[in-house]
């Protein structure tokens, strides 16, 4: 017998048809190839953001970019293709960003990026807007021109609310210039271990932030990790744990805006309001702050 | 999603973009892009369980990343990619007799699971009921008819592209496949007639 009867053959038939992947499945492959492949795999599409943004930025050299993706041979070629554009640091990091970041979901609105970078000199403006359309139009594989970019803004799940964390985030990044532009991929890890802290998966949110920590130890978003692990701690119980992380994090990034969020934990909000009450050395010149009280040695 | 803790704050799920805009198969993005599906089901068809195909699959894109540079362009992209996956799926067969696999099953399901192609939920009922006896079937032959059963009849591959694939030549895979076709339409015929017997 070398052929396959009719019966056998329209079974097969069928079930071709069933044996396609979910769209949340193929979501899940490549958010979980983003997270393990990070700087290499987002290398090739925030090259590709820079060949256009060398189209159509100002003329402006990016010297502060002159470290991005050294740290990953992985990202190769294309990094190096990056690295080597003459556009705007900051057009380049709003844009690679969007395309990381994957706006595509409707998680928050293009203009609302476009109107955060209006403030800036008027060439970042324009190429900023316009890698901004291209990167929308990657996400949403419609045309790349001004008619479907709105359109393409109106086809997007619009149940999913503005998220403004997600846009502190990417702003945050953005005001960094001198941060190399492949490291977006700190961003998803944060926004990852944010979403997984949000639904109550402590354990999630504690591995993505170790693996935020294990390659960006220093990175643009540590603060906001050290924060998120201080809240982590806390919604566990482990209040002694808690405490001794936001002293760390009260020493370490005393100016951090993140600061403010540790106010939400029980534990450690008297740490931050201790340390927002205490007389600053610089606006005090001579005064010797009070050593903090014994008992509080033991956190 | 409602927030549990006073400190969370509310972020939406982080769908990053691979997909670049210019067909260029020379990137992860664009194979990852135009192959996705094909990867996923040929893992899935070799034997691998629902609860690691995600794992599975994640595994072979993470080569295909690592080989990339280093893949020539002498055979065609899916060719390659069947080789990754073939390797892939053995490994994860050798751990699977090591350790049986962690039960994971889904027990979420997101909204666009529920999304079907088919144009009456008949439709989707008969085919759902076909693809789990296609694994009923797959599951009776050994793994190198099931490879070759798989890609010929299942993916319409030419026996040539199976050779370069499996590393056979082209009178092997033919004997192999003669061989899978009886093997799979007994076992077919065994089922049918336990569901007749039942039926009775």
């Known amino acids: 017998m070398t052929t396959l009867s009719a019966e056998t053959r329209r079974m097969l038939e069928l079930s071709r048809a069933a044996d396609v992947p979910s769209p949340s499945r193929e979501r899940a492959v490549r958010d979980r190839l983003i997270a393990e492949l990070g700087v290499a795999a987002l290398a090739s599409v925030a090259a590709s953001t820079a060949a256009v943004a060398t189209e159509t930025a100002g003329a402006i050299t990016s010297g502060g970019l002159s470290a991005a993706g050294s740290s990953s041979a992985a990202a190769g070629s294309a990094t190096h293709a990056l690295v080597g554009a003459t556009t705007s640091a900051l057009t380049k990091i709003v844009a690679a960003l969007i395309v990381a970041a994957g706006i595509g979901a409707g998680a928050w609105s293009l203009p609302a990026v476009a109107e955060r970078v209006e403030a800036g000199p008027a060439d970042i403006v324009a190429g900023s807007k316009r890698i901004a359309r291209r990167a929308w139009s990657f996400v949403t594989r419609e045309e790349d021109d001004q008619t479907t970019f709105h359109g393409a803004i109106e086809s997007v799940d619009r149940s999913v609310d503005f998220d403004e964390r997600r846009h502190a985030l990417l702003i945050a990044i953005a005001r960094r210039p001198n941060h190399p532009v492949a490291k977006e991929a700190e961003l998803v890890l944060i926004l990852r271990a944010e979403q997984a802290f949000s639904a109550g998966d402590e354990a999630l949110a504690a591995k993505y932030l170790d693996a935020h920590e294990a390659s960006f130890e220093a990175g643009a978003l540590s603060d906001n990790r050290e924060a998120l692990r201080v809240l982590v701690d806390c919604a566990r119980g482990a209040a002694v744990v808690a405490r001794a992380r936001a002293e760390r994090f009260v020493a370490r990034f005393a100016s951090s805006d993140q600061l403010a969020r540790l106010k939400a934990c029980p534990f450690t909000a008297s740490i931050v309001d201790e340390r927002t009450l205490a007389p600053s050395p610089e606006v005090l010149p001579g005064v010797t702050p009070l050593p903090a009280p014994a008992d509080e040695s033991k956190f | ?200």
């Open chain 2, 1 to 200: 999603m409602v927030s549990r803790h006073p400190g969370a704050v509310l972020v939406a799920p982080c769908v990053a973009a691979l997909a670049v805009d210019e067909p260029r198969p020379s990137t992860l993005a664009d194979i990852y892009r135009d192959h996705f599906p094909f990867v996923w089901r040929l893992v899935h068809r070799l034997g691998v369980a629902d609860s690691q195909l995600e794992d599975a699959v994640q595994d072979v894109f993470i080569v295909v990343h690592r080989r990339l540079p280093d893949f020539e362009g002498r055979s065609s992209v899916r060719t390659w990619l069947a080789s990754i996956a073939r390797r892939v799926v053995a490994d994860y067969r050798r751990a699977k007799t090591r350790k049986p696999a962690l039960s994971r099953a889904r027990t979420d399901m997101e909204v666009d699971d529920l999304q079907t192609a088919y144009a009456t939920p008949e439709e989707g009922v008969m085919a759902t009921e076909a693809a789990r006896i296609l694994y009923t079937l797959l599951d009776e032959l050994d793994d190198d008819k099931r490879e070759v059963f798989i890609l010929a009849e299942l993916e319409q591959w030419s026996l040539a592209d199976i050779a370069v694939t499996t590393g056979l030549n082209v009178n092997t895979v033919s004997s192999r496949l003669r061989l899978a076709r009886e093997n799979f339409e007994h076992a077919a015929e065994r089922l049918r007639a336990r569901d007749a017997w039942r039926l009775k």
